[in-house]
């Protein structure tokens, strides 16, 4: 191969390349301007008034809107839960009541088993028929203010307080049935015609073994009560 | 208030003591009530040792089991669950099955041993196996119903003298092969004995003593109650 023909070659060889040069520039070229197209658009004055008007006329009021539905639950289960446990307290505050009037009766029992004297007990006797009569009225309608204030109460916990305290009306009662018979007794006197009277101290244990018994069920229904105050109290913290 | 001389100094001090002492007596009586004593002997003590006797099988329906609260349930850790009028029965109970009122075991030395509710203070589990759980029971007031009417002890007494321990194999199965359990009065949680964990303690006297069932205590003699010490006392529960 002579000179000229290597030179020649190398020539077509430069040609092809500065060639295929040209056609790589023109397609890159031709992508570039395919490209901005696309989102030129947005390099327009129109688009940006559009954008603007979406962001600030859709988006940010339903942004807004959903904050406050938020905050509107939120406050709504508070008050709400606010309401449950003040109800809850009420409850709590004549449950007790029911448990004074429990006391009180406990305590004209033992007045009637302490006096020794029977013309002091036959004095004040008219005295505790009527405070016996009192007590007992008030404790059917405190029993009934009590039974009232269960539901509100969370739903699944109503049902084991009313269980507790249909335990603890029995105790009540028998506390009640006691002190009645036992001023019935110290009323009438001694009576003939009983086959065995019972003693002064099965009397007086009597009276005590009922009040240890409504002491139990008392116990048992108010630490459910206060078991659900506490809980309804640790939910409405989670929403303040 | 300047105090000026030494007796104002002690009318101030008396005065403040009166007033302590009035605001203590206030707190104690808030239930209402004069806290008498416990007891079933409330007005006259027992005529007879048969009179203990019964008052001591009857004391033993009405014990009080407190246990670890954590035991049947354990987001209670530290609580006590109390259970009243405690008895031991088969698990699943069934029609004819009478609660138990007694521990019934065998001692190291092999001889059969009933430890009667009404007279256990309380008892601490030293080992298990599969088939039976070791016990450290403390036994008071060890005292029989006759020597209890004859000596006549006070409460400090009592307390401080008749006490012994007893290490105790309880089965944990009854022999038809269902497993023990401690049930209360209201019977709604069980307590199986193999539930116990080694080292655990349960107390028959954890309750509050204004809380307590007066039948609990056929030992509570007069010359026991009249001890100031005495402090298992019945008050109306208001708190």
Not at chain 1, 56 to 81: A, C, M
Not at chain 2, 191 to 216: I, Q, S, T
Request: hydrophobic share 40%.
């Amino acid at each position: 191969m002579d000179n000229e023909q290597i030179r020649k070659e190398i020539s077509a060889r430069l040609e092809i390349e500065r060639q295929v040069r040209e056609q790589l520039c023109n397609i890159e070229d031709q992508s570039a301007a395919t490209k901005k197209s696309h989102w030129a658009w947005l390099d327009s004055k129109m688009a940006l008034l559009v954008i603007g008007a979406v962001i600030s006329g859709v988006l940010v009021p339903t942004f807004q809107f959903t904050q406050e539905k938020i905050n509107w639950h939120r406050q709504n289960r508070y008050d709400s839960l606010g309401r449950q446990l003040g109800s809850i307290r009420e409850s709590l505050k004549q449950f007790i009541a029911v448990q004074g009037l429990s006391a009180e009766l406990y305590n004209l029992g033992l007045e009637i088993i302490d006096t020794s004297s029977a013309a002091l007990l036959q004095a004040r006797q008219e005295d505790r028929h009527e405070a016996f009569r009192a007590l007992r009225t008030q404790r059917v309608q405190q029993n009934a203010t009590f039974a009232a204030t269960v539901f509100f109460f969370p739903t699944r916990s109503r049902e084991p307080i009313r269980e507790a305290w249909n335990n603890l009306l029995l105790p009540a009662q028998k506390l009640e049935t006691i002190v009645g018979n036992l001023l019935r007794e110290s009323a009438q006197g001694s009576d003939d015609k009983v086959p065995r009277k019972p003693t002064a101290n099965e009397i007086a244990v009597q009276l005590d073994v009922s009040l240890a018994e409504v002491n139990q069920a008392y116990e048992r229904v108010l630490t459910m009560l206060r078991q659900q105050l506490q809980e309804v109290e640790h939910e409405s913290t989670k929403f303040q | 208030m300047r105090a000026r001389n030494f007796s104002d100094t002690l009318n101030i001090v008396a005065i403040s003591v009166m007033l302590c002492a009035v605001v203590r007596l206030a707190v104690a009586d808030v239930g209402g009530g004069m806290g008498y004593p416990a007891t079933p002997w409330r007005i006259e003590g027992p005529e007879s040792v048969l009179d203990l006797e019964k008052a001591k099988a009857l004391a033993a329906t009405y014990q009080t089991l407190s246990v670890p609260a954590k035991l049947v349930d354990e987001e209670r850790e530290g609580d006590l669950l109390e259970l009243q009028r405690v008895g031991l029965v088969p698990t699943p109970f069934r029609e004819g099955d009478i609660p138990i009122h007694e521990l019934v075991g065998k001692s190291s030395s092999g001889e059969t041993v009933a430890l009667s509710f009404s007279q256990i203070e309380s008892f601490t589990v030293i080992s298990k196996n599969e088939k039976t759980i070791t016990m450290s029971v403390t036994v008071w007031p060890e005292i029989s119903p006759e020597e209890l009417l004859q000596k006549q002890p006070t409460y400090k007494q009592l307390y401080a003298d008749y006490r012994r321990n007893v290490v105790v194999d309880l089965s944990l199965k009854y022999a038809d092969g269902r497993p023990q359990v401690f049930t209360g009065e209201w019977g709604e949680t069980i307590l199986p004995l193999d539930k116990l964990p080694v080292g655990v303690k349960c107390g028959f006297y954890e309750e509050h003593p204004h809380m307590v069932h007066p039948l609990r205590f056929w030992w509570a003699i007069p010359s026991v109650t009249n001890d100031e010490n005495y402090p298992f006392r019945l008050i109306p529960k208001m708190r």
